[in-house]
C-alpha cells in the first residue's frame, strides 16, 4: 500500500476504534451501580485491545484480496481463445524451399473489437528477393511482420510462402 492509502485507511479505523471506545465507556459509566466491576473493567481492557485487532484483521483482508487478484489473473488467462489446433503438418525440412511470400487481400486487427489495422493488402515477393519495408509511423510495417509470423491472427485474406497458406500450418 502507498502511505497515503495506509494513512486514510489508519484514519478510518482510529476513528471506529474511537466510537467504539467512546461507546463501551459510555456503557460502563452507565452500568457501573448494576453490573459487576470486573467484568465492566475486563470490557474496557478487550476495548483497548479492540484497535490493534481490528488493524491487524482488515489488514488481513487486504492481504487476501491482493493475493486474490493474482489467482483471479490466471483464471482469466485460462480462458484466452487458443490457435487452431486441426492444422495440416508441413515437412519443415523441405519447406519453404524457395521463399516466395504472397499477401493477398490480408486484413488485420489486434482485437475482436477493434477497427482494422490492415486492410486489404496485396503484394507478392519473389523468391530469393531481398525486401526493405518503409513507411511512417502507424503504417503497418510491424503489423506485417507480425501477421507473417502469425503472432496476430489475420481476419481477413490469405498469406502464401512457396503456395501454403500460414493459416492451415501448425504453429508448433
Known sequence: MTIGVFA???LRLDGLVCF???SGCTAVILLRSSANPVLLSMMLQYLLTLQNFIKYTMGNFGEIER???SAQRLFDLANIPQERSEQ????????PLKGAVTFSDVSLRYRPNTELCLRNLSFDVAPGLKVGVVGRTGAGK????LALSRIVEICGGHIEVDGVNISEIDIN
Open 88 to 95: 495440416r503438418q508441413v515437412d519443415m525440412k523441405t519447406w
Open 142 to 145: 510491424s503489423t506485417m511482420s
Open 67 to 69: 493475493k486474490m487478484v
Open 8 to 10: 486514510w485507511y489508519s
Open 20 to 22: 467504539i471506545l467512546i
